[in-house]
């Protein structure tokens, strides 16, 4: 299965002032409700995680809608958002997304999360990680997946044009396939599954910037079910705030629901402001 969209996403700058973090937070708050009924089978954090910041709030949010309408009919939709609450060594993060879409007026995407994650840095090259999440994914027969886990975040290497980072942990989670005429595997399962990534981030140069994230999360109690995501992103300086971004992104579940193929490719391509 492959899929894709294009994005233009438009950031608010910072810092915040007292009615502007209202704003954010009742954002945060809207997007989050809008978001749980429906996303990946990994979300890869990395790409949410901000580049180092003073204490206080940062964030962003963003839409972007598409469609056609005549000889062809389509529209897709999408939404995210995300804030970082950082107090010396702490960091709270909560991420939300959503994409639905539609072609010929039959629905063909509807699929979001909402993540909760805290950041202990403990040493310069360790950090505890504690988080929690939901995830909905009608086209992949996903009612509702819900997972608590922690882990250990480990930076092997940091340089100024590059890193090297490594996690290593677990989570428990329970998981409701949804019921489809002729299929037999229905119903909601809780099971532990380990949570183990290697993120690379690399400067070519003062334009150009690569990163690099691999999931991999076997099943506890069944070795031959994992699922891998691995997720690379090229970024162009346009301008001190502006950036071009290209993301491809393959996932991977070795024992999917029933009528559900293994592998999912997907690429985004769209402006990215940040500040």
Not at 83 to 111: C, M, P
Not at 153 to 160: A, F, G, K
Not at 242 to 248: D, I, P, R, S
Request: hydrophobic letters at 35%.
């Amino acid at each position: 299965m492959a899929a894709s969209s294009h994005t233009c996403c438009v950031k608010p700058s910072l810092p915040l002032n007292v009615a502007q973090q209202k704003r954010a937070k009742a954002l945060s708050i809207l997007l989050s409700a809008f978001l749980m009924p429906t996303a990946h089978a990994i979300v890869n954090i990395e790409e949410m995680r901000g580049p180092p910041q003073t204490d206080g709030l940062t964030g962003d949010a963003s839409l972007s809608m598409s469609g056609d309408a005549g000889n062809t009919r389509q529209s897709h939709l999408s939404a995210s958002s995300q804030f970082f609450w950082q107090r010396g060594a702490v960091t709270k993060l909560i991420a939300a997304d959503y994409s639905y879409g539609e072609n010929s007026r039959h629905r063909n995407t509807n699929k979001g999360f909402v993540h909760l994650r805290y950041i202990k840095q403990q040493t310069p090259t360790r950090a505890l990680e504690v988080f929690t999440q939901a995830v909905r994914n009608e086209f992949s027969r996903l009612s509702l997946r819900t997972l608590i886990g922690a882990g250990t975040r480990l930076t092997l290497h940091h340089s100024r044009n590059d890193a090297v980072h490594l996690g290593a942990g677990a989570f428990y989670l329970k998981e409701s396939q949804q019921a489809r005429a002729g299929l037999s595997d229905d119903g909601t399962e809780k099971f532990w599954r380990g949570n183990f990534y290697l993120a690379l981030r690399y400067q070519i140069n003062e334009q150009v910037r690569i990163v690099s994230t691999t999931y991999y999360q076997p099943a506890l109690d069944n070795g031959h079910d994992f699922r891998l995501l691995e997720e690379a992103s090229l970024k162009i300086k346009l301008t001190d705030a502006l950036n071009f971004k290209l993301t491809l992104a393959l996932t991977h579940d070795s024992e999917p629901p029933q009528a559900v193929e293994k592998t999912d490719i997907n690429y985004k391509t769209g402006i990215e402001y940040r500040f």
